[in-house]
């Protein structure tokens, strides 16, 4: 038995990383999962959902630009058309660009909060109406140890992410007594294309000062997020949760 036998739910930028973690770690409890991302990168979101049905779950790739209204309202009737219900959602998508606050261009400043702020509001709002109808759910965004703390370099990423941490405890409270609970995580420096792909020189800074000195990994978030999606964490709504290796810990 797993703790998501007979639910059903979304995750967004699971066509690697992160976001493929928790989609396989959903199946492998026993979810129905409805695999969300872009078009461009319908090869990876498709392996996602190779990776889940060749071990006997049950999975569906819907290409979803987050930050379109009319894409995140499809999504979440998808889910609900193919499963039945939107049990669960890990909102998750999201785009990192580097550059000093005086030096980010403007297009990337809007694309960064078009993703990164504007996605995760959107799903809420779709995902939320169709929780109030079925009667409840739960919902885990994908914030940042950034959302947390000042990080150099990463200024719109950062602002996008502390937003997130606000959107978070706001929904949560305001949706908790209608059996929706809210809440998100916020790792730190973790292994995945989003972080193997920078500089070297980042790489060092962002370890530089994590008691650990080591990058996490996609899956140790995924069980953060799989808790905070199930009953075993019913009593915890609002709370962003730091998977970051103790680096926002003094
Ligand atoms: P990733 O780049 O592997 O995953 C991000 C996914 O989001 C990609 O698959 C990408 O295609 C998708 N995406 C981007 N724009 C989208 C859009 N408009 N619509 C739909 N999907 C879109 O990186 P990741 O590290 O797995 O990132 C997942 C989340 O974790 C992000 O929100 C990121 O900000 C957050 N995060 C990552 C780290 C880290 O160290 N890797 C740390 C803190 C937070």
Same mark, same amino acid.
């Given at each position: 038995?797993?703790?998501?036998?007979?639910?059903?739910?979304?995750?967004?930028?699971?066509?690697?990383?992160?976001?493929?973690?928790?989609?396989?770690?959903?199946?492998?409890?026993g979810?129905?999962?409805?695999?969300?991302?872009?078009?461009?990168?319908?090869?990876q979101?498709?392996?996602?959902?190779?990776?889940?049905?060749e071990?006997g779950?049950a999975?569906?790739?819907?290409?979803?630009?987050?930050?379109?209204?009319?894409?995140?309202?499809?999504?979440?009737?998808a889910?609900?058309?193919?499963?039945?219900?939107?049990?669960? #959602?890990?909102? $998750?998508?999201g =785009?990192?660009? *580097?550059?000093?606050? /005086?030096?980010?261009?403007?297009?990337?400043? %809007?694309?960064?909060?078009?993703v990164?702020?504007?996605?995760?509001?959107?799903?809420?709002k779709?995902?939320?109406?169709?929780?109030?109808?079925?009667?409840?759910?739960?919902?885990?965004?994908?914030?940042?140890?950034?959302?947390?703390?000042?990080?150099p370099?990463?200024g719109?990423?950062?602002?996008?992410?502390?937003?997130?941490?606000?959107?978070t405890?706001?929904?949560?409270?305001?949706? #908790?007594?209608? $059996?929706?609970? =809210?809440?998100a *995580?916020?790792?730190? /420096?973790?292994?995945?294309?989003?972080?193997? %792909?920078?500089?070297?020189?980042?790489?060092?800074?962002?370890?530089?000062p994590?008691?650990?000195?080591?990058?996490?990994t996609?899956?140790?978030?995924?069980?953060?997020?799989?808790?905070?999606?199930?009953?075993?964490?019913?009593?915890?709504?609002?709370?962003?949760l730091?998977i970051?290796?103790?680096?926002?810990?003094?």
């Open positions: 038995m797993g703790d998501f036998d007979g639910k059903a739910g979304l995750v967004s930028g699971a066509a690697g990383g992160i976001g493929r973690a928790t989609a396989i770690a959903f199946a492998r409890e979810g129905s999962v409805v695999v969300a991302d872009l078009e461009t990168l319908r090869h979101a498709e392996e996602t959902v190779r990776l889940i049905t071990n779950g999975a569906i790739f819907v290409a979803t630009d987050v930050t379109q209204a009319d894409d995140v309202e499809a999504l979440v009737a889910v609900v058309d193919t499963y039945g219900s939107l049990d669960f #959602a890990h909102n $998750n998508a =785009i990192l660009k *580097v550059g000093f606050t /005086a030096e980010i261009e403007e297009a990337d400043f %809007d694309q960064i909060i078009a990164d702020l504007k996605g995760v509001w959107l799903a809420m779709y995902e939320i109406l169709q929780m109030q109808k079925q009667g409840g759910g739960a919902i885990v965004n994908t914030a940042s140890e950034a959302g947390l703390v000042g990080t370099m990463a719109p990423y950062v602002a996008a992410k502390h937003a997130v941490v606000g959107l405890k706001t929904a949560a409270g305001e949706y #908790a007594n209608q $059996n929706i609970r =809210i809440n *995580v916020a790792p730190g /420096a973790i292994e995945t294309p989003m972080i193997t %792909d920078l500089p070297q020189e980042a790489r060092d800074s962002l370890l530089a994590q008691p650990l000195h080591r990058f996490g996609a899956d140790e978030v995924a069980d953060a997020v799989l808790w905070l999606a199930s009953p075993r964490s019913s009593f915890v709504v609002g709370a962003i730091s970051d290796g103790g680096a926002t810990s003094n």
